[in-house]
């Protein structure tokens, strides 16, 4: 009985998830122009999704004892640094999460 029931709910959700996300392309798709909503969600989205990114991870930083937040901010200062140079968004995530591991573990262990 558990594994007919675990079978057929990875057939479900693989079945919803392969219809969510063909959506868009049988809506879209084909040699139709996107509606003016529609382009302005896909240029206005990325850097908002970044903003909502860095505040979400950046929230719980205790800049009033030790060690300040400075291992956070090394590795955002880093990353922007990085990405506004080399523009490469994969070095800019592996670099910065590097970073900040090593730092967190190693400089300013908590």
Known sequence: MDFLYTFF??????????????????VFGG????????????????PAIMVILVVYCLRNIEISAFPFGLAEIISVVLIIIIQTTKKNTFLSI??????YMVLIRTVFPV
């Open 9 to 26: 709910a990875i057939i479900i959700v693989a079945t919803v998830t392969g219809l969510i996300r063909s959506a868009p392309f049988l």
């Open 31 to 46: 040699k139709k122009e996107l509606p003016n909503y529609v382009q302005y969600l896909g240029y206005a989205l990325p």
């Open 94 to 99: 592996l670099i910065g999460t590097t970073i």
